[in-house]
């Protein structure tokens, strides 16, 4: 669980990269939550953008994220979501004090 400094301090960092899983048609599937877990163990840190054509509420993708890729929903901005996970193994991101 985050606190309100760890998501400002994750919020800053997810300003500088670019989307990395998109989200189509199909909404959020297997195929999706594969890329988004292998993407997750690599960076810790993800953006997510759903295309236009996705028929599915914002609030229901991000849920489903959160659920199947095991992940904390740091943000939602528009059609974008920025998504957390720490790696056990080899954290890439530290936290200030």
Do not use: H, W
Request: with cysteine; net charge positive.
């Amino acid at each position: 669980m985050l606190n309100n400094k760890d998501k400002k301090y994750l919020r800053s960092l997810g300003m500088n990269i670019e989307p990395i899983v998109q989200i189509g048609k199909n909404g959020v599937n297997e195929s999706v939550l594969f890329s988004l877990n292998e993407a997750l163990t690599a960076r810790e840190l993800v953006k997510i953008k759903v295309l236009k054509n996705c028929f599915e509420e914002m609030d229901e993708v991000a849920e489903s994220i959160a659920a199947g890729g095991d992940c904390e929903i740091v943000q939602t901005i528009g059609r974008n979501i920025l998504a957390y996970r720490p790696n056990k193994k080899k954290p890439v991101i530290k936290f200030p004090e």
